[in-house]
Nanobody, 112 residues
């Protein structure tokens, strides 16, 4: 069993930055790939960024490339999503994911 708890969301103006965190419990964290997804108002959940178990490989949705950075600290059982140059279209609930496990999400709202 894995539990994921996201934090760091909030209200920010366009052009601003936020850093999301996801703390995981469970024995498999350090050997598991992790990902961030998001679901905007009236939209389906979509992939944002992923990272492999040791952090050496990452991938991003085209819409966030160059603005978002995913990273992890296995000693802290935490995965991060650094978000810069935020746009109103980044407004969404952001979810942490590994295997079939999901957190409850953290709300990010970007005002224009």
């Amino acid at each position: 069993q894995v539990q994921l708890v996201e934090s760091g969301g909030g209200l920010v103006q366009a052009g601003g930055s936020l850093r999301l965190s996801c703390v995981a419990s469970g024995r498999t964290f350090s050997s598991a790939g992790m990902a961030w997804f998001r679901q905007g108002p009236g939209k389906e959940r979509e992939f944002v960024a992923g990272i492999n178990w040791n952090g050496f490989n990452t991938n991003y949705a085209d819409s966030v490339k160059g603005r978002f950075t995913i990273s992890r600290d296995n000693a802290k059982n935490t995965v991060y999503l650094q978000m810069k140059t935020l746009k109103p279209e980044d407004t969404a609930v952001y979810y942490c994911n590994t295997f079939s496990f999901w957190g409850r999400g953290t709300q990010v709202t970007v005002s224009s």
